[in-house]
């Protein structure tokens, strides 16, 4: 597996699923969706700058890239592996309700420099996160065709090792 996605909603843990996948396969470079779709401040590209970087993304031999729904029409075609991310609303309400706690002011690895966490502002965007679940699942159902890659939906760590273990091409062990 040379093209895998890692998909799911806000505070799924997309960014840290890639991040292991990484650390045991480094020949697959991350790239987030995030980091193609932002400027800085949080403002959004134009649609079609974003199509066009990941159009360079897709022709790479090899990847994970991590990202929300949006992603999906235009990769899955492409990909080897999709990783869906798909934990209890419980524990993505905690980590949206720690991640602007955790790093105030500073802004995450996989985000373009520019586009710190603030509490307000991350708070309303986790708020609407959260009421859109059901949306999530439909965009991914209507992209997902009987023919698409190998697929994991992850629902808690188990899942996630499994799914993480099968990609990089390694015994799945409990220890």
């Keep these: 597996m040379q ?4 998909t799911g909603p806000n505070g799924a ?5 890639a991040r292991r996948l ?4 480094p020949d697959l470079p991350v790239v987030s969706f995030d980091s193609l779709k932002l400027t800085t401040d949080w403002v959004q590209r134009p649609r079609s700058e974003i199509d066009a970087a990941l159009s360079k ?15 999906l029409a235009a990769s899955l075609p492409h990909a080897d592996a999709l990783i869906w991310l ?8 905690w980590r949206l309700f720690m991640r602007p706690l955790v790093g105030i002011g500073k802004t995450r690895t996989e985000l373009p420099a520019g586009n710190a966490d603030w509490p307000l502002q991350q708070y309303r965007f986790a708020f609407k996160s959260l009421r859109k679940r059901a ?8 992209v997902y065709t009987p023919d698409a890659p190998t697929h994991w939906r ?5 899942d996630l090792d499994s799914a993480i273990s099968a990609c990089a091409g390694e015994p799945f062990s409990e220890s």
């Design 57 to 71: 993304v897709l022709t790479r031999p090899a990847w994970i890239l991590e990202g929300g729904p949006s992603l």
């Design 13 to 17: 843990g997309k960014s840290h699923a």
């Design 22 to 25: 990484h650390s045991l396969r």
């Design 135 to 142: 949306d999530f699942r439909r965009r991914l159902i209507e």
């Design 86 to 93: 798909d934990p209890p609303e419980y524990l993505r309400a």
């Design 154 to 158: 992850c629902r808690n760590a188990a």
């Design 3 to 6: 093209k895998i996605i890692i």
